[in-house]
């Protein structure tokens, strides 16, 4: 171990959350240790806003809750103790242990371990030298105490840390089989700070990447969103390609990668990407809705003109089809929720309705809460594809909102008759007339 004294390193109390720092000095007054640890610590000595801070003890769950009455106790596969004032959670998790100790005891507070060596339950505690190796990259494994302010590094952490490496401790391959989203957070992290991933950290990635398949699609949506959603999602994009993670998470679109990566497809998902980490940079809202119905967008159409061919459908039918099969397929790998999954359709329709502008439709169009997104969807085939025709839609629809209400009159007017073709209807059969009283 290796202890850095407050005059040697950058964290500064007032840089602490006040909440965090309450946790920490009542730990320390009712006689346990406790270290602010993790990437709250890693942020701080990067010079970083920390996005939340994590805390670690030798207080058990349940002695954390007898310390604190606004603290509830969650998880299963690791029992964890959320401190809650307001919006703010302090997580406050005990040292934790090496599970192979009581590997085969029944006990609640005991480790499972599936055949495939993913942990299922890991409720060993231990000291603090067992809780610094049991986490997952050196640079994660940093201890901040308020008892002497030191720094304390049990990994190699720092030096890591100084040198822009992402390095797992342990054997890299027992780690990802115990739990395989580690190699998601290695990119993740990779991307996120700008390190590069140590050799002996990488090398088991892409020949263990289905290992994902066993993760609870729920849990690996979560995941997709920190990685593609936090303002560096293309830097993400190309290492999960590059560790041959992004098949796992996103099957339909792996499909249809090519050589050389420039079909409308990956320009689209490039572009959309870099947007979202402009937007977020620049403090700027972002809806996951918008993303994925931007990346599914060509695997939609292709099996929408797909199913139009060999089943007859009109275009329109075999389009709605498409859009269960699409989503679907994909909610096996990221189960996407409902209210998610209700946008991209929304999305994905009113690509079929921006052509019809004639009449009050343009107007009707603009109200849809979606049109927005919508349009930016067109905007961006129009960039990818170069058809003059979506080109034009794309310039019309733009200068029809920056309109004055004259002005779009007479955009209307010059549009002329709806050319637009009709979705085939059958005709309504009218209800039988009733025989008059008599």
Same mark, same amino acid.
């Given at each position: 171990?290796?202890?850095?004294?407050?005059?040697?390193?950058?964290?500064?109390?007032?840089?602490?959350?006040?909440?965090?720092?309450?946790?920490?000095?009542?730990?320390?007054? &009712?006689?346990?240790?406790?270290?602010?640890?993790?990437?709250?610590?890693?942020?701080?000595?990067?010079?970083?806003?920390?996005?939340?801070?994590?805390?670690?003890?030798?207080?058990?769950?349940?002695?954390?809750?007898?310390?604190?009455?606004?603290?509830?106790?969650?998880?299963?596969?690791?029992?964890?103790?959320?401190?809650?004032?307001?919006?703010?959670?302090?997580?406050?998790?005990?040292?934790?242990?090496?599970?192979?100790?009581?590997?085969?005891?029944?006990?609640?507070?005991?480790?499972?371990?599936?055949?495939?060596?993913?942990?299922?339950?890991?409720?060993?505690?231990?000291?603090?030298?067992?809780?610094?190796?049991?986490?997952?990259?050196?640079?994660? &494994?940093?201890?901040?105490?308020?008892?002497?302010?030191?720094?304390?590094?049990?990994?190699?952490?720092?030096?890591?840390?100084?040198?822009?490496?992402?390095?797992?401790?342990?054997?890299?391959?027992?780690?990802?089989?115990?739990?395989?989203?580690?190699?998601?957070?290695?990119?993740?992290?990779?991307?996120?700070?700008?390190?590069?991933?140590?050799?002996?950290?990488?090398?088991?990635?892409?020949?263990?990447?289905?290992?994902?398949?066993?993760?609870?699609?729920?849990?690996?949506?979560?995941?997709?969103?920190?990685?593609?959603?936090?303002?560096?999602?293309?830097?993400?994009?190309?290492?999960?390609?590059?560790?041959?993670?992004?098949?796992?998470?996103?099957?339909?679109?792996?499909?249809?990668?090519?050589?050389?990566?420039?079909?409308?497809?990956?320009?689209?998902?490039?572009?959309?990407?870099?947007?979202?980490?402009?937007?977020?940079?620049?403090?700027?809202?972002?809806?996951?809705?918008?993303?994925?119905?931007?990346?599914?967008?060509?695997?939609?159409?292709?099996?929408?003109?797909?199913?139009?061919?060999? &089943?007859?459908?009109?275009?329109?039918?075999?389009?709605?089809?498409?859009?269960?099969?699409?989503?679907?397929?994909?909610?096996?790998?990221?189960?996407?929720?409902?209210?998610?999954?209700?946008?991209?359709?929304?999305?994905?329709?009113?690509?079929?309705?921006?052509?019809?502008?004639?009449?009050?439709?343009?107007?009707?169009?603009?109200?849809?809460?979606?049109?927005?997104?919508?349009?930016?969807?067109?905007?961006?085939?129009?960039?990818?594809?170069?058809?003059?025709?979506?080109?034009?839609?794309?310039?019309?629809?733009?200068?029809?909102?920056?309109?004055?209400?004259?002005?779009?009159?007479?955009?209307?007017?010059?549009?002329?008759?709806?050319?637009?073709?009709?979705?085939?209807?059958?005709?309504?059969?009218?209800?039988?007339?009733?025989?008059?009283?008599?």
């Amino acid at each position: 171990m290796t202890v850095i004294p407050r005059d040697q390193h950058n964290i500064s109390r007032k840089d602490i959350s006040e909440n965090a720092l309450k946790v920490l000095y009542r730990l320390n007054k &009712s006689g346990f240790e406790a270290y602010l640890v993790g990437g709250g610590v890693r942020d701080l000595l990067l010079g970083k806003k920390p996005k939340d801070f994590d805390i670690t003890t030798n207080a058990t769950p349940e002695q954390v809750r007898k310390l604190f009455r606004n603290c509830r106790l969650v998880g299963r596969r690791f029992r964890l103790a959320h401190v809650m004032f307001g919006p703010e959670i302090i997580e406050v998790a005990t040292f934790r242990g090496h599970h192979e100790q009581q590997q085969e005891s029944t006990d609640k507070n005991s480790s499972q371990q599936a055949q495939n060596g993913m942990l299922l339950r890991d409720n060993i505690f231990g000291s603090i030298e067992d809780d610094a190796q049991r986490r997952d990259f050196t640079i994660n &494994s940093l201890y901040y105490g308020v008892s002497d302010f030191a720094l304390r590094d049990y990994t190699g952490g720092l030096r890591d840390l100084q040198e822009g490496i992402i390095r797992l401790i342990g054997d890299p391959e027992t780690r990802y089989r115990e739990d395989p989203v580690r190699m998601l957070r290695a990119v993740r992290f990779a991307a996120k700070l700008n390190m590069e991933i140590s050799p002996e950290t990488a090398e088991p990635i892409p020949r263990l990447a289905n290992l994902l398949h066993e993760i609870p699609p729920a849990r690996l949506f979560e995941e997709s969103l920190k990685m593609l959603q936090a303002g560096y999602g293309y830097q993400t994009y190309l290492r999960l390609c590059q560790y041959q993670l992004f098949q796992p998470l996103f099957p339909l679109i792996a499909r249809g990668f090519t050589e050389n990566g420039d079909n409308p497809m990956e320009r689209i998902l490039v572009q959309v990407l870099k947007n979202t980490d402009h937007r977020l940079q620049n403090d700027m809202r972002v809806n996951p809705a918008f993303l994925f119905a931007v990346m599914l967008w060509y695997p939609l159409i292709e099996h929408a003109q797909q199913l139009a061919q060999e &089943s007859g459908l009109a275009y329109y039918d075999a389009f709605a089809l498409a859009m269960n099969d699409v989503l679907d397929e994909e909610c096996r790998s990221l189960a996407i929720p409902k209210r998610i999954t209700t946008l991209v359709r929304d999305i994905w329709l009113l690509q079929l309705r921006l052509s019809r502008r004639q009449g009050k439709r343009a107007h009707k169009l603009m109200e849809h809460p979606k049109f927005r997104a919508a349009y930016d969807l067109l905007a961006l085939r129009a960039e990818v594809e170069g058809h003059r025709e979506l080109q034009q839609l794309t310039q019309w629809w733009g200068e029809f909102q920056e309109a004055t209400p004259l002005q779009q009159k007479t955009m209307l007017t010059t549009l002329g008759d709806d050319t637009a073709p009709r979705r085939n209807r059958r005709p309504r059969k009218r209800a039988p007339r009733k025989a008059p009283m008599p």
